[in-house]
């Protein structure tokens, strides 16, 4: 089976933030002002060090305090061995790709073959109007050579207020002279749902990361479903990698009647929160089926193990990512940012996620040839066990 369908990019190249986007519940503003928390004395050799530095390490034009500090933090981090605890240099830009809406010109970027260079564009974008393609090479940013730069200082100087110019200098892949391109900022939203219909009996929908926008998309995409009677609905959350946990509790709601959506515990298990489902959903009795695979992680699970212990879906695929932590986004004073893990979280029937993941009630691998052939077999299996369900 061939199927139009929008694989999700967001990781690929705005930002760093979307690789650590999976598990995340909520951005928190908290300085080191609102704590009463001293630092314990095994802090002091920190001190010590520093001074001694000063005092008669050879490089002195070396002894850059911030770049030391951000490495001790980094140090620190690290000695905890938790993969999903990470250090990021700027708040605002993690926080506004976390919430899919940033002010920019809208087009995916990357240094991984050299130069600077445009991914694609965002379909209607200011950069796509502005001629921006696929393959072209930023040579310059307002005048400035783009030479040595990280995408990450690449985003934070061609991001900026909607409404504002920006001027780059691009070398367009077919032709030889570099053309000056000025484009005017916008706010850029990036849709995470997409929905269609496979046939007239079955309605597919893809949940590409759970944004504060994805409820929205989410409703509309359903309703339109819904409108043309269908059999069943396949939820695609493959390579889905996760997002705001309460958007993944909004959209369980329209599946259940009621029930545990999740529980959140602490690392000996012990239960300290729990989501609950709210009655009124609008497909609480239509047969499912839910698509994932090794890049569904977090929130995605959330939705496909309560789906799953509630026996209201059939999960198709493989074995999810196995992302099961609760992570919180802290600005620090600096305006840089903490990520960390605050708890675990299981489902409705007090499995593990952590570690574990979701393992398909029917396993359908995709090999190379498949792929290679745009041949979806776990989408064909969906599509034929929910027809098999009308029969």
Do not use: C
């Not at 729990?274 to 089926?289: C, F, V």
């Not at 695929?317 to 196995?322: A, L």
């Not at 041949?375 to 066990?385: G, K, N, P, R, S």
């Amino acid at each position: 089976m061939k199927i139009k369908r929008y694989i999700p990019t967001i990781a690929l190249s705005l930002s760093i933030a979307l690789a650590f986007i999976a598990g995340f519940i909520y951005a928190t503003l908290i300085s080191s002002d609102d704590t009463n928390s001293r630092l314990p004395e095994e802090f002091d050799s920190l001190s010590e060090v520093w001074e001694l530095l000063q005092q008669s390490y050879v490089n002195e034009s070396s002894l850059d305090p911030e770049i030391l500090s951000q490495g001790a933090i980094w140090g620190m981090l690290e000695a905890l061995d938790d993969p999903y605890t990470a250090y990021f240099e700027y708040y605002e830009l993690e926080y506004s790709d976390l919430e899919g809406t940033f002010e920019g010109i809208g087009a995916y970027i990357s240094t991984d073959d050299g130069p600077l260079t445009v991914i694609s564009p965002i379909a209607g974008s200011p950069a796509d109007e502005a001629g921006i393609m696929a393959g072209d090479v930023i040579l310059e940013i307002d005048g400035e050579t783009t030479d040595g730069l990280t995408v990450i200082d690449a985003v934070l100087k061609i991001r900026g207020p909607k409404g504002t110019t920006v001027t780059l200098l691009i070398q367009h892949p077919d032709e030889d002279t570099p053309v000056e391109i000025q484009i005017v900022r916008d706010e850029i939203t990036l849709p995470s749902v997409y929905g269609e219909s496979i046939s007239s009996d079955i309605a597919y929908i893809q949940i590409t990361y759970f944004s504060p926008h994805t409820t929205g998309e989410f409703a509309a995409a359903l309703g339109a479903a819904l409108e043309t009677d269908p059999e069943g609905i396949i939820i695609d959350l493959r390579g889905n990698p996760g997002g705001y946990l309460y958007v993944v509790a909004d959209i369980t709601d329209e599946f259940l009647e009621g029930g545990v959506i999740l529980y959140e515990s602490n690392d000996n298990l012990e239960i300290f929160e729990e989501w609950a489902a709210e009655p009124g959903g609008l497909a609480t009795d239509i047969p499912l089926a839910v698509l994932v695979n090794e890049g569904s992680a977090s929130s995605s699970e959330v939705l496909a193990g309560a789906l799953q212990d509630h026996e209201r879906a059939s999960i198709v695929g493989t074995t999810t990512y196995g992302k099961g932590s609760v992570n919180i986004l802290v600005s620090l004073n600096d305006g840089s940012a903490l990520y960390m893990t605050i708890a675990r979280w299981l489902t409705p029937d007090k499995h593990m996620i952590d570690g574990v993941g979701i393992t398909p009630d029917f396993v359908v691998e995709m090999d190379e040839e498949d792929i290679e052939n745009d041949i979806d077999t776990q989408l064909e299996f969906a599509v034929e066990y929910l027809e098999s369900l009308a029969e």
